[in-house]
């Protein structure tokens, strides 16, 4: 079964505490991406990465890190540095192609801090 | 930098009667302009996409036009039933893998 994988769903972490949400895809593809949704301001873009061992800053970099050590998997770490960390995390994927493709979502992860 | 502007931010529509949302972009490069509904707690997924080099594509009660010259793309929906609420983004791509989201638009279609 094909797809984009993010886990956990929910995450609750304490202040001060660094936190890795997790993204995995089978698709082949070759670029991810990490979005950032908080009530009525869209998707806004954290990191891309169009290749392994690649990747570059979005709109809202501060704050976070990412890798890619291998083509299936982007994970995101949300550092103590991000001031209000509260939201839905969104990854995606898409093939590389130059004329535009189809970014596929994961399920999100909710995260908390308490 | 590269923007894109989403209106309206809400939307109530009679069930039956038309919706259209607008979008507008700030880069003339942009190339590739896809729309995703989100559902209630669920992930986006695509609706339909429309390239620069085509003015309007439809798929059974949606289409999407675009105007190069205005830098601008809407949405259209018709028919609307319940199934159709949800909140829907426009985005516009380079062709660089960067997808540059609207803030979206919730609609509500009232039975």
């Known amino acids: 079964d094909g797809g984009i994988t993010q886990s956990p769903k929910y995450l609750f972490r304490k202040e001060g505490q660094n936190v890795t949400l997790s993204c995995e895809q089978n698709l082949n593809h070759d670029a991810m991406y990490w979005y950032r949704q908080d009530p009525g301001q869209g998707l806004r873009l954290i990191y891309y990465?169009?290749?392994?061992?690649?990747?570059q800053k979005g709109d809202i970099a501060e704050g976070y890190s990412v890798s890619r050590e291998k083509k299936e998997s982007f994970p995101l770490t949300v550092t103590s540095a991000q001031k209000n960390p509260t939201a839905f995390y969104l990854c995606?994927?898409?093939?590389?192609?130059?004329?535009?493709?189809?970014?596929?979502f994961g399920q999100g992860t909710r995260l908390t801090v308490v | 930098g590269e923007n894109v502007e989403q209106h309206p931010s809400t939307l109530s529509v009679q069930e039956g009667d038309s919706a259209v949302i607008k979008c507008t972009y700030s880069d003339s490069a942009s190339n590739y302009f896809p729309w995703y509904k989100q559902e209630l707690g669920k992930r986006p997924q695509l609706i339909i996409d429309i390239r620069s080099n085509v003015g309007e594509k439809k798929d059974q009660r949606i289409a999407v036009t675009l105007n190069k010259t205005a830098k601008h793309f809407s949405l259209h929906i018709t028919e609307t039933q319940p199934e159709d609420s949800a909140v829907y983004f426009c985005?516009?791509?380079?062709?660089?893998?960067?997808?540059?989201f609207g803030t979206g638009t919730r609609l509500k279609v009232l039975a």
């Open positions: 995606a994927s898409s093939r590389k192609t130059g004329a535009g493709t189809e970014a596929f």
């Open positions: 990465s169009q290749i392994v061992n690649d990747f």
């Open positions: 985005a516009a791509s380079l062709g660089t893998y960067k997808y540059i």
